[in-house]
């Protein structure tokens, strides 16, 4: 079965300061991963998309992750932080497993950004 | 030009009663699907839907049932409301149901239901 851990509930950075947040994967197949971000009161939208190819993957708002296969991991990186960079981020896998569950998201448990002046 | 929207956005009512949330994609997308987002922030799937097949989260109540009408809408029908309901509900849509996984979900603003 295929899950993901995001491994810090909450990260706090400094404005200008670079991001990190932090996503290991399991999955029995090669997953294809996704970083989403939940801005207050809002629905989620995608940040970048891993499916096979590249393994450093650009997403928007300068946003990026770097898929490494010997260590399980997917985290999310970028520069320097933008006040409106605080919000709910979530690392996602899509479920291969077979059966009618293919194609599903699975959700790690977010991590919450903040971003102090 | 909204693409998933999702009505009410807010909805607070009394255990016991029923009540649906309405959800529409003019993306053209095949595949719709639920999630619900508990107060701890946690997603998890409760049902996804194309016009040929119904997967329901086997940990949905039957209590919850998906309606479509055509493939540009799937709403959420909930009966005999329990305390525990209360969270916030998402619609989501992509474009197949993608046995591959590649193709991303584009979800709408949620739902928010409160249950006295």
């Known amino acids: 079965a295929q899950s993901v851990t995001q491994l810090d509930s909450h990260v706090s950075v400094s404005e200008g300061t670079p991001v990190l947040l932090r996503c290991n994967y399991s999955?029995?197949?090669?997953?294809?991963l996704f970083w989403y971000v939940q801005h207050p009161n809002k629905g989620l939208q995608l940040l970048l998309k891993?499916?096979?190819?590249?393994?450093l993957v650009k997403g928007i708002n300068g946003f990026e992750a770097e898929f490494k296969k010997s260590e399980t991991s997917f985290h999310l990186t970028k520069p320097s932080a933008h006040m409106s960079d605080a919000a709910e981020y979530f690392c996602?896998?899509?479920?291969?497993?077979?059966?009618?569950?293919?194609?599903?998201?699975?959700f790690g448990k977010g991590t919450k950004l903040s971003v102090k002046p | 030009d909204t693409a998933v929207s999702q009505t009410p956005k807010y909805l607070v009512t009394q255990m016991g009663n029923d009540k649906s949330i309405k959800c529409e994609q003019n993306?053209?997308?095949?595949?719709m699907y639920w999630y619900k987002q508990d107060s701890k922030k946690f997603l998890k799937i409760m049902f996804s839907?194309?016009?040929?097949?119904?997967?329901i989260n086997e940990t949905v109540p039957n209590r919850f049932s998906p309606k479509s009408p055509d493939k540009a809408h799937l709403n959420l029908h909930i009966n005999s409301l329990e305390l525990g309901d209360s969270a916030v509900y998402f619609c989501?849509?992509?474009?197949?149901?993608?046995?591959?996984?590649?193709?991303?979900?584009?979800f709408g603003d949620g739902t928010r239901l409160s249950i006295l």
């Open positions: 999955s029995s197949y090669s997953p294809s």
């Open positions: 996602v896998v899509s479920d291969r497993s077979y059966g009618g569950s293919q194609g599903n998201l699975i």
């Open positions: 993306l053209g997308h095949d595949t």
């Open positions: 891993y499916t096979s190819a590249a393994t």
């Open positions: 989501a849509s992509s474009p197949t149901k993608d046995r591959g996984g590649n193709q991303p979900q584009h």
């Open positions: 839907y194309n016009n040929k097949e119904l997967i």
